[in-house]
């Protein structure tokens, strides 16, 4: 049983870890775009 609970544990753990990738690189996606479109407006 423990086995099974540390299996799952360790892929919540990196599920988690996966999400916040995925966080970090939409922020700097959004980040980019808006900076981009600063750019844009201020020509």
Not at 7 to 35: G, K, S, Y
Request: aromatic share 10%; glycine share 0%.
């Amino acid at each position: 049983m423990a086995t099974d609970i540390t299996d799952w544990l360790a892929w919540f753990a990196a599920t988690i870890i996966e999400a916040q990738h995925r966080a970090m690189a939409l922020v700097d996606f959004l980040i980019d775009a808006t900076n981009c479109l600063i750019a844009l407006v201020a020509c």
